[in-house]
């Protein structure tokens, strides 16, 4: 689990950083860990600045974030977005390799480097990911800043607005600890000085010609997480886009005509497959003996509490 912050307009000095802020996200990520400051094309001239801290899980050599991507297309293109990710993919079109030759940062980068680097492509690429995941993604030319987490919200990613949504700041790691942990609103309550951001879809924020971050735009990630979160106090600053059309999903058979055994089956079917992905999605190797292939150290652990969740976890890791 990686480390992300984002902060714009960053109101520190050319090389001063929110040293503040860091401490608590470099713990996430003891591979290693970046920063940098992005200008954005703007009369005012707006600077924004991000952290990232890596834990590397699925490669056996940590790849480096924040990440600069530029289209595949042409090597000569500049530099044109910058992605900060704390996930994991299980599943995507374009993982070929497999994931103990390619780190996850890296397949969703290379993704984003093959989009058209449109709107729609960009979304594109998140709705593909299947696995948990929060990030913040930032096109300096546009001025323009996607972030979100996955549709069952298993990455935490808070923000701060400040007044009149003057400035967006993001954290994908614990709230530092001088901050009130009454302030963080699960809810997604602007009124709170931290809020975490509903798991309901993908956001933009844009900058103006003041240098004020505004929220622009809401994508949801299905019809139902747009009725599920429509009146969250969050959407009262993004828009639609115009021609969001979801249909009715289809209706499953009720849960009473089912037989128990059937679903407690299917339960177990489940996550036995999901257990199966995760520890099959580790590296090869531990961090000591890569790249080398011959490892005998233990890669896969199991936080042991005695309860009965644990011992199935364990068990179906074991077989």
């Not at 924040?66 to 090597?75: A, F």
């Not at 954290?171 to 809020?195: K, M, N, R, Y």
């Amino acid at each position: 689990m990686c480390g992300i912050f984002f902060l714009a307009p960053a109101v520190v000095g050319t090389t001063e950083k929110p040293i503040s802020k860091l401490k608590s996200i470099e713990c996430r990520g003891p591979d290693l860990s970046n920063s940098v400051f992005i200008d954005f094309k703007s009369a005012t001239e707006t600077r924004g600045f991000a952290f990232c801290s890596v834990l590397s899980h699925q490669s056996a050599v940590p790849f480096p974030q924040p990440v600069w991507i530029k289209s595949s297309e042409d090597e000569r293109e500049p530099l044109r977005c910058l992605l900060l990710w704390n996930g994991e993919v299980y599943r995507h079109q374009e993982d070929t390799e497999g994931p103990e030759r390619t780190s996850d940062t890296e397949l969703v980068a290379n993704s984003i480097g093959n989009s058209g680097g449109g709107v729609e492509d960009l979304l594109s690429v998140f709705q593909d990911v299947t696995g948990p995941f929060a990030f913040v993604l930032i096109q300096p030319d546009q001025k323009r800043i996607f972030f979100g987490r996955d549709r069952f919200g298993r990455r935490s990613l808070v923000c701060k607005l400040a007044a009149g949504l003057t400035s967006l700041e993001c954290l994908s790691s614990l709230v530092p600890f001088e901050e009130s942990a009454d302030e963080i609103d699960a809810q997604g309550d602007t009124d709170s000085q931290w809020f975490e951001v509903p798991a309901s879809g993908i956001y933009t924020a844009l900058l103006d010609d003041l240098g004020h971050f505004c929220l622009e735009n809401w994508y949801p990630w299905s019809g139902k997480h747009l009725r599920y979160w429509e009146d969250c106090s969050f959407h009262k600053a993004c828009q639609l886009p115009a021609g969001l059309l979801y249909s009715n999903p289809q209706v499953d058979r009720p849960f009473y005509d089912s037989v128990q055994e059937d679903h407690v089956s299917a339960l177990l079917q489940l996550l036995s497959a999901a257990v199966k992905v995760r520890v099959g999605h580790s590296a090869t190797t531990c961090h000591q003996c890569a790249p080398s292939v011959d490892c005998r150290h233990a890669r896969i652990g199991v936080l042991f509490s005695g309860g009965l969740d644990s011992a199935v976890l364990a068990a179906l890791a074991d077989r």
